[in-house]
């Protein structure tokens, strides 16, 4: 029996198109015939199980083998076959509901897998690098006669009878001129590795080996035999496919190493596994981050019945899961549809949900469990938590019970427990809680130590989010505001109703600041005079609070280019009770006056790193003459 007939598209040849459109992702050819012929091997199972087939099904398996000679790439599987009608039905008829639908669907999709999944066009995806297809195949039902197809690329098909003796599939591309690359073991083993490597049935990749055979040839030189090669380069039962309780901690580390061979062990991790109301199943790890996130995106591979897709989630884990790692694995993803439509797909936000709230679980889980193991893990950790807690309310939820705040002296606090320490010592006098942090303690040391030395405690806020998570605490907590530890003198921090009486004459007051503005000569620094304890600093130079996290912001790019342009401004704070400003007052002429104010800001602006360059030399020549 030998037929010809025409592929029922309407429209004169799409193969020039699919070709042309899909180069550049034209390795997919390969999963998507790949793919078809697990799915075949996977469809006899399933009728197995049901009792409609008998054969055997224990030998299930998928070969891909190239021949560089004929330039050809054979994708074999013994699956359930097609008859010549199904060959008609299922390949010939191409799924889509019109060829004028295609051709303007095509101009509008961004990429080959868009095409391809929309239209159900993933046999013909051979036609990218290939100039003719064959298939011969023998259907699994009793008594069918094996089928022959072959094709060109053009919209004329051929179909007769076939020659397989054995159940299963067999395609054959005849590869183009411009494909050619693809006639290469290492090419198809990587592309074998990237989609395939953990695909349900066996996939044996056969290729050619020379082997040393005994003996030598006439010029004694070792001879070589060539032999065939089959490597199983899957693994079919990957560990997201297992139950949770058949597997040990190597298992799920090994693995790790598997996906990511350069990265330390990761700090622990979480098995998904849901059935309904969709289909979910995989591995997160937590990675160890430490400051730098950029580098780790992009990790967590998805798969959908355990066929590669993609390692770009972004649109389908939370932007703060990003930072994990592992796998994904579901069916009721839709894979080729735009992002937009990805964005609102209602299975991919329940999935979403799901994965926070399975994130935040085990957190709890070890904070609850361990404290102290929880809290050697937060410098890790702490990058991730806080992410989490700014930019996702449903994490926020939880995360706000085991977010750790630290401060100074290396002590981990939960927002209550932080609450609880500092209520008594912190409250100013309108009943609003201060917490101070600091930024960068070996700058700010002097202002921490005058901080702690009015017993208020310093926080630690030195990762990149802290920024963010400060403005979220302040928008959280109740009647509580952040304050760098440089943003005032100790004094003024946190306003309370005790401040000092002052011990200089209005006249005195405009005298030293005269003085130090002189003596300071920089419009940037403004010189106030403020009533402090005796033993405060003599001087102190800050930053208004505001306007230091305007400026960050702005250099942050965060479009606040008008504080952005503003020169820095600082407040020479000077401490009229000081024991060293009577003094100055008293000195014998104004040139030592102005000596000693000078010296007094250098060593402000000294114990702040802010005192460099010609400044700084200055500084010391003048040290040295006062001594
Ligand atoms: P899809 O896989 O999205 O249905 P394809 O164009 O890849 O679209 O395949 C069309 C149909 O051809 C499949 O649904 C299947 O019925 C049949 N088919 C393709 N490859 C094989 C194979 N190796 N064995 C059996 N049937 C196959």
């Excluded at 099904?57 to 009608?85: C, H, P, Q, W, Y």
């Excluded at 102290?372 to 990058?383: F, P, R």
Aim: aromatic content about 10%; proline content about 4%.
């Amino acid at each position: 029996m030998q037929e010809k007939g025409t592929i029922s598209i309407h429209t004169e040849n799409i193969f020039p198109i699919i070709k042309k459109f899909l180069y550049s992702d034209n390795e997919i050819f390969l999963r998507e015939l790949v793919s078809n012929a697990v799915d075949a091997t996977q469809k006899l199972k399933r009728l197995s199980s049901l009792g409609q087939y008998n054969g055997p099904v224990d030998n299930l398996r998928v070969e891909v083998a190239f021949d560089k000679d004929a330039k050809t790439i054979t994708i074999s599987d013994n699956g359930i076959g097609m008859t010549a009608e199904e060959i008609k039905k299922y390949i010939n008829q191409i799924a889509f509901s019109g060829a004028t639908e295609f051709m303007e669907k095509f101009k509008e999709a961004k990429d080959a897998n868009e095409i391809i999944g929309r239209f159900g066009l993933g046999f013909y995806s051979a036609f990218m690098v290939a100039d003719k297809v064959e298939i011969q195949t023998l259907s699994y039902q009793d008594g069918a006669k094996p089928a022959f197809w072959v094709c060109d690329g053009s919209t004329e098909f051929e179909i007769g009878d076939g020659v397989l003796e054995e159940r299963g599939t067999e395609i054959t591309l005849y590869i183009n001129s411009e494909s050619e690359e693809f006639l290469d073991k290492h090419k198809l083993q990587q592309i074998l590795d990237k989609y395939c490597k953990f695909l349900p049935v066996p996939i044996k990749f056969g290729t050619n080996e020379q082997e040393e055979e005994d003996g030598v040839d006439e010029e004694g030189k070792p001879k070589y035999k060539t032999i065939e090669v089959d490597n199983i380069i899957n693994d079919t039962n990957p560990i997201w496919t297992k139950a949770p309780n058949e597997l040990k901690d190597e298992d799920y580390l090994k693995f790790y190493k598997e996906l990511y061979p350069f990265s330390e062990d990761p700090l622990f991790w979480i098995h998904l596994n849901v059935d309904y109301p969709f289909n979910l199943t995989g591995v997160l790890y937590f990675p160890k981050l430490k400051n730098d996130f950029e580098i780790q995106r992009n990790k967590i591979k998805l798969f959908s019945r355990q066929v590669f897709i993609t390692d770009e989630v972004k649109d389908i884990v939370p932007e703060f899961l990003m930072l994990l790692h592992g796998v994904i694995d579901s069916p009721d993803i839709p894979l080729n549809v735009s992002r937009s439509f990805l964005q609102a797909d209602s299975n991919v936000k329940k999935i979403n949900n799901y994965i926070t709230k399975k994130v935040a679980d085990k957190l709890t889980e070890i904070f609850k469990q361990d404290r102290k193991a929880y809290e050697e893990k937060w410098s890790d950790i702490g990058l991730f938590v806080k992410y989490g807690f700014v930019s996702e309310d449903k994490f926020y939820e939880k995360a706000k019970d085991f977010v750790l705040l630290s401060n100074t002296a290396n002590e981990n606090f939960t927002l209550n427990e932080y609450k609880e320490k500092v209520e008594a010592t912190q409250t100013d006098k309108d009943g609003q809680l201060v917490y101070l942090y600091t930024n960068d303690a070996a700058k700010q040391d002097s202002f921490i130590q005058s901080a702690n030395k009015k017993g208020y405690d310093v926080l630690l806020m030195n990762s990149p989010i802290d920024n963010h998570f400060i403005s979220h605490l302040e928008q959280k907590l109740e009647k509580t505001s952040l304050k760098r530890v440089d943003a005032d003198v100790a004094d003024k921090l946190i306003k309370k109703d005790d401040a000092p009486e002052t011990v200089l004459s209005e006249e005195q007051t405009t005298k030293v600041k005269d003085i130090f503005t002189k003596a300071i000569n920089k419009p940037a620094y403004r010189v106030e005079l403020e009533s402090l304890n005796p033993d405060e600093l003599p001087v102190t130079v800050t930053m208004d609070e505001f306007m230091r996290r305007m400026k960050d912001m702005a250099a942050m790019g965060g479009g606040m280019g008008f504080y952005g342009n503003m020169p820095d401004n600082y407040k020479v704070i000077v401490n009229g009770n000081h024991k060293l400003i009577s003094r100055i007052l008293e000195a014998e002429s104004d040139d030592t006056q102005s000596q000693l104010a000078k010296q007094a800001f250098d060593l402000a602006l000294l114990s702040q790193g802010l005192l460099t360059g010609p400044e700084l030399t200055e500084f010391v020549n003048r040290s040295v003459n006062l001594i």
